[in-house]
């Protein structure tokens, strides 16, 4: 195919410059208008002329009148007719050779008709000083044109000429016919007209005669100018729907107009066709160009065609193009352009979409939900974590539907969506797809437009409710933690006064009760000393009752029926209770069986209803006495002491103790089981602190519900060991046989005054042998040399150097059968709690008297386990 | 583009002028005498009608619709006057101001009944229509009123005794009713009217002999019901035998036609009337500057002014109610009109309230000289 050389650019070019229609029709309308134009002004002034040559030969038959008049002056008035008939005659034969006046009479001075002809009665002798010809001939002393009035003569529309004369006036009535005589020779077109109207406007010649005797007047349509009078020229005025060209010529004398009218459509239809010839030449040219243009662009604009076919391809995203023929230069080139555009786009959209779906799987892989929202908060991405947890439906969604609760989140988030630039942290509750609640942490930054305008936001969130957790459950441990050490600091100093302040207790009852053996019988002393020895007793209880605190005695744990336990302390209770106060059980039958001392489960029971005893005062009251089993769920909304109590089992046995007492407020409640916290003048502080430290021995919990004036519910749980009741217990008759009198005791301890105090009461009140050592050293030495002499040893367990355990070990290891007694101010479960290679046949609690060391003694009598778990003794 | 510049072109060049498309306007009607010896009360009235119907339509109609008036010669002929009525009510006239003189509405009225369009006449004062519910309604009063003001200013401050009467027949519901009630009433204040000539106004006439005739009782002063023109060759006819006696003259003569031709003669002729041609009320000031201006000549008579009344009369009511079914109705619900000298009032059978001046003819001029 031929390869076109010339460039669009110059097709075009050609095409509208040369053949395009708007020059010519801006041409042909210019050239129209001013034809047209031309046209018109020509017609008016053809009319004008008309109305002009009219108006001339107007005047000049008026002059005609005039002279007629000046005739009949010259001849009657300046001549003098001697006979007034001969007047009448003569006047007579004047208006034989005069069409145009109907009548003339001549006026005297006063105005009064005094000739006239035709002659007329009625009007011979009648005064004419009222007519407005009269006056205004009369003042202007000039001959007068009068506006037409009706004729006394002939009831008709008249005009009279007034001529002023000397000694009066002579006045015609012209005939106005005559006038339409003059007009009706004019042809102003088919349907044009010449007419005359007077100086008012009134028609007196018109080729319609009822306008003229009808006094039809004009002046509303051929009036002009500012001051709306008739001028001379040319207009056009409107009537009865139809536009009339009317030319206006003034008649020199009279100020009558001479008027040729003329319908608009019929004078100005030479304007028209010219219109029309040009109208419709420019359009058959301009139609013409418009084909050939059209001819020529169908062929300019079929590469063109197949040119938009390929981009519109390439918009759509296919960059394969077919082969195109060849073109003219520019399409050619165009097409070029677009085949290498289509490659870039292809290979740059390639690489958008690997970036792409990179960046998808980047987004998906992120753990992190991310979000993005409109202005109206609703959702509208979100990438797979996003999906996961808030659903796939959560596009399209109000983010509000999500949040869990009322947490202000809208507050915080609001000001974002006021153009604010900061990005905006919140933790938000929400609840997943699956209803859990959840805790998020979001990140939120608005999105702009290029005006700056906010159009949504971007918020990334991660789940952070096991975090929260492990950080909760972290700060607690960590409080449990300071408790645990607050508590094991507090329980060493406690220990170890209580070690020293039992070995001192010691001490002083040994010698106290070998005093009282030395003294008679009627002594007055011993009374003192028996008291003396009573406080002993009573000061050993405080020191044991803060260990208890401290939770270092654990007494024995044993299966016990806690049902049984409650039950034999309730007499014990009833007895102690006034009468104005009402104790109430609820305690079943048999109860579930716990690991646990009974010994301390009265001690506990007895210092909760002391308590309450105490909250309730001297009015009336009740307290209540329950055992029930609960479940784990239960307990963990309550606020548990000891803080760090473990939790593990599945059920647990309550025992509560309620009271109508006066309650207490939550910093109380904080501080209850604190030593030596009181809210009373008396009392020790020391009951329920006890409590606690007995509660923990029985690896249990304790928690408080009080509020002030609404009395209190303590409850204490205790882990089930079984459900099933313990067999009846056998008697073993106890078969106590003490070591033989006689016999030789090696005492270790290293207080000498202990020692000392020991050897006293074992020789002089027991009838002992007695070997002492100051430490587990020289023991060992000692027993090593008289290993058969001796019968038992009493070993101290907290020694400098080597302790008891030690010792113990090194003695069995001389001797494997040597019966020990381990004496400690310990509590024995907390020394025994450990695993040792030798274990005492009993253990002794610091201090001890005399009646503690014969049970000592005897308990030496049972075998000994490996276990060590047997030794039970004090 | 170019096609559309193209068509635009092609109508500007072939088409004309076009008229903007005027909304379909009210026709109403005029019918008087426009020609003639007595035509000057029907071209005033004309003229008066025109000046309304021109005033109303440059403030842009009657709820945005133009009036036409469409006029008719009745030539003072009741044949005629049947005629035009009839050919003014196949144009579709909403409704006709006119006729001018009693004798042409009395012969109008049946046919504006049977047609039910109304007709409202601006100088009618014939009392043979008064008190009918019609369709003839009028501006003025019957004419009992001003004969019976004529009478006694005629015996009361004139001092008139013997009065002798002289009318046109060729209007002759006016002329003769009008010289009965004067005659009634004058004679029921002790005067008496000596003598009754009658006339038919045309070229017979000769006033000489008219005149002798009325004066051969020898009478106190004439009383004459006639047109202007009529009228002024009375009073020329009368003063020219030398007689000065006073002359009561009807309200039909009272036009400019009456001082041109009457001239000296006139002066001192008294009338009564519904009209002060001397009135400063300022739309009567307003309405003869206009009317001057519009028509020229001596300005406006009583035909004018009661033609110009009626046409707003009409303008009024298609005001309050546009259709023209129910104009009759309006009318005479509305009852109070503007008026160019003040209000005057329309009772239910159409007929109008207005004062009453005494006029006299001073230096060439009507003047009030009694209200």
Redesign the interface.
């Known amino acids: 195919m031929k390869r076109f050389t010339y460039s669009l650019k110059a097709i075009l070019l050609f095409s509208f410059v040369f053949v395009g229609g708007l020059p010519i029709l801006v041409m042909g309308f210019i050239a129209g208008r001013i034809i047209s134009a031309d046209v018109a002004q020509s017609v008016r002034t053809k009319n004008l002329l008309i109305a002009q040559s009219l108006s001339a030969e107007v005047d000049s038959f008026l002059q005609n009148s005039f002279s007629f008049l000046r005739q009949i002056e010259e001849t009657v008035i300046e001549k003098r007719y001697p006979k007034e008939d001969d007047i009448t005659v003569y006047l007579g034969s004047m208006m034989k050779t005069i069409k145009e006046f109907e009548s003339v009479e001549i006026l005297d001075e006063e105005g009064i008709v005094r000739f006239m002809f035709p002659p007329d009665p009625n009007v011979i002798g009648i005064n004419c000083s009222g007519q407005t010809f009269y006056s205004q001939a009369k003042r202007q002393n000039q001959p007068y044109w009068s506006p037409t009035f009706i004729s006394m003569l002939t009831g008709k529309p008249t005009l009279t000429l007034a001529f002023p004369v000397k000694g009066g006036m002579i006045v015609g009535s012209l005939d106005l016919a005559s006038l339409n005589a003059v007009t009706d020779k004019i042809s102003a077109g088919r349907q044009g007209c010449a007419l005359i109207v007077d100086q008012e406007g009134t028609v007196i010649a018109h080729p319609d005669r009822q306008k003229i005797s009808e006094r039809y007047n004009l002046k509303h349509l051929l009036s002009s100018g500012r001051k709306n009078q008739l001028m001379e020229g040319n207009l056009s005025y409107r009537e009865d729907g139809r536009d009339y060209l009317a030319s206006l010529s003034r008649v020199p004398h009279t100020r009558w107009m001479v008027v040729i009218t003329v319908p608009a459509d019929e004078a100005f239809e030479p304007v028209a066709r010219i219109r029309a010839l040009f109208g419709t030449g420019t359009v058959v040219i301009v139609l013409m160009a418009v084909i050939i243009v059209f001819l020529s662009l169908r062929r300019v604009s079929a590469p063109l065609s197949r040119l938009v076919h390929d981009t519109r391809r390439i918009a759509d995203g296919q960059y394969t193009l077919e082969e195109r023929p060849p073109s003219y230069k520019e399409i050619n080139d165009l097409v070029d352009h677009f085949r290498r555009m289509a490659g870039v786009l292809r290979s740059r959209e390639d690489a958008l979409r690997q970036l792409s779906a990179r960046n998808a799987a980047i987004l998906d892989s992120v753990p992190d939900m991310i979000m993005e929202m409109d202005i109206h908060k609703t959702y509208t991405w979100a990438n797979q974590a996003g999906l996961r947890f808030f659903g796939e439906d959560v596009i399209g969604r109000e983010a509000s539907i999500s949040l869990q609760g009322e947490q202000n989140t809208y507050d915080m988030v609001n000001p974002m969506f006021n153009d604010s630039d900061q990005v905006i942290r919140l933790d938000s509750w929400q609840r997943r797809q699956d209803g859990e609640k959840r805790l998020l942490s979001w990140r939120f930054k608005v999105l702009k437009n290029e005006q700056g305008h906010v159009t949504g936001s971007l918020s990334t969130a991660r789940d952070i409710t096991e975090l929260k957790r492990a950080e909760d459950e972290r700060m607690n441990l960590e409080r449990q933690l300071q408790q645990a050490q607050k508590a094991e600091s507090l329980g060493r100093m406690a220990g170890s006064i209580a070690h020293h302040f039992n070995n001192m207790l010691g001490v002083v009852m040994g010698n106290l009760e070998l005093a009282l053996y030395d003294l008679p019988q009627e002594s007055d002393v011993r009374a003192y000393l028996v008291k003396s020895i009573k406080a002993s007793h009573k000061a050993a209880e405080i020191s044991h009752l803060m260990l208890a605190y401290l939770g270092q005695t654990t007494g024995r744990k044993e299966p016990l029926d806690l049902v049984e336990a409650v039950r034999e302390t309730l007499p014990l209770l009833s007895a102690s209770i006034p009468g104005k106060v009402y104790l109430k059980t609820e305690i079943p039958p048999a109860g579930p069986i716990i690991l646990g001392d009974s010994v301390h489960i009265k001690q506990i029971l007895s210092n909760l209803v002391t308590n309450a005893l105490e909250a309730i005062g001297e009015g009336e009251g009740e307290i209540v006495l329950a055992l029930r089993i609960v479940g784990k769920a239960e307990t963990r909304e309550l606020r548990l002491f000891p803080l760090d109590w473990d939790l593990n089992r599945e059920d647990y046995v309550c025992l509560s103790v309620s009271d109508t007492g006066c309650g207490m407020d939550a910093a109380t409640q904080e501080k209850i089981f604190d030593p030596f916290f009181s809210t009373k003048f008396t009392g020790r502080g020391l009951g329920l602190s006890v409590v606690l430290g007995l509660v923990r021995a029985q690896d249990g919990a304790i928690a408080i519900d009080s509020r002030p004036g609404c009395g209190a519910v303590f409850r204490v749980f205790f882990p089930i060991h079984t459900q099933e009741a313990l067999p009846s217990p056998k008697e073993e008759p106890i078969v106590s046989k003490a070591v033989e009198a006689g016999g030789l005791i090696l005492v270790v301890d290293d207080e000498p005054m202990v020692r000392n105090t020991a050897q006293s009461i074992l020789e002089r009140l027991l009838g002992y042998k007695v070997v002492t050592a100051g430490d587990g050293y020289e023991a060992v030495e000692i027993f090593r040399v008289r290993k058969h002499e001796f019968n038992l040893v009493l070993l101290d367990l907290t020694m400098p150097g080597m302790n008891g355990w030690e010792t113990l070990s090194a003695l069995r290891a001389v001797r494997t059968d040597i019966p020990v007694i381990l004496a400690s101010g310990y509590d024995e479960a907390q020394v025994m709690q450990e695993e040792h290679p030798e274990w005492p046949q009993a253990f002794l609690h610091k201090p001890y008297g005399l009646s503690d060391l014969k049970a000592a003694f005897a308990a030496t009598e049972k075998p000994v386990h490996s276990t060590g778990k047997g030794i039970q003794s004090k | 583009m ?2 559309v ?2 068509v635009f ?2 109508a ?3 088409v ?2 076009i ?1 903007a498309a ?1 909304m379909d306007p009210y026709r109403i009607g005029f019918v008087g005498g ?4 007595s ?2 009360l029907g ?1 005033q009235g ?2 008066g009608a025109m000046l309304a119907v ?1 005033e109303i339509n440059q403030q842009g109609g009657i709820n945005g619709r133009p009036l036409k008036l469409i ?1 008719k ?1 009745d030539k003072q002929d009741p044949q005629t006057a049947l005629k035009v009525d009839r050919e003014l009510i196949d144009e579709k006239v909403i409704a006709i101001i006119g006729h001018m003189t009693s004798a042409m509405s009395e012969a109008a009225v049946p046919l504006m009944n049977q047609r039910k369009i109304l007709m409202i006449s601006p100088t009618t004062s014939t009392n043979k229509l008064t008190g009918i519910d019609d369709y003839f309604l009028r501006v003025i009063d019957p004419n009992t009123l001003l004969t019976n003001i004529g009478a006694s200013y005629a015996f009361e401050k004139t001092g008139l005794r013997r009065v002798a009467a002289v009318y046109d027949l060729s209007n002759r519901t006016y002329s003769e009713e009008f010289i009965a009630n004067f005659k009634s009433k004058f004679e029921r204040l002790g005067g008496q009217v000596v003598s009754m000539v009658t006339f038919t106004a045309g ?1 017979g ?4 002999n008219l005149v002798q005739e009325v004066l051969r009782t020898d009478p106190d002063g004439i009383i004459i019901a006639a047109s202007a ?1 009529d009228t ?2 009375i009073c ?2 009368v ?2 035998t030398g007689s000065k006696i006073p002359i009561f003259i009807s309200g039909w003569a009272q036009t400019p ?1 009456l ?8 002066e001192g002729a008294i009338g009564t009337m519904y009209q002060d041609l001397d009135s400063q009320a300022r739309p009567f000031v307003a309405f003869k500057d206009k009317f001057k ?5 001596d300005g406006p008579t009583f035909a004018a002014i009661f033609s110009y009344d009626a046409v707003m009369v009409l303008k009024e009511s298609l005001y309050v109610n546009p259709d023209p079914q129910q104009l009759k109705e309006t009318i005479l619900k509305q009852k109070t009109f503007q008026g160019l000298q003040g209000t005057f009032e329309i009772d239910s059978y159409g007929d109008a309230r207005r004062k009453v001046f005494v006029i006299t003819i001073s230096n ?1 001029r009507f003047k009030a000289i009694e209200q």
Request: with cysteine; net charge neutral; proline share 4%.
């Open positions: 170019l096609l510049l193209m072109y092609a500007f060049c072939c004309g002028t008229g005027d426009l020609t003639g010896r035509s000057d071209i004309r003229n021109e006029t010669d070229p006439i000769i006033f000489k023109i002024a060759m020329q006819h003063r020219m036609d001082l041109h031709h009457g001239g000296p003669a006139v201006t519009r028509f020229g000549g060439n």
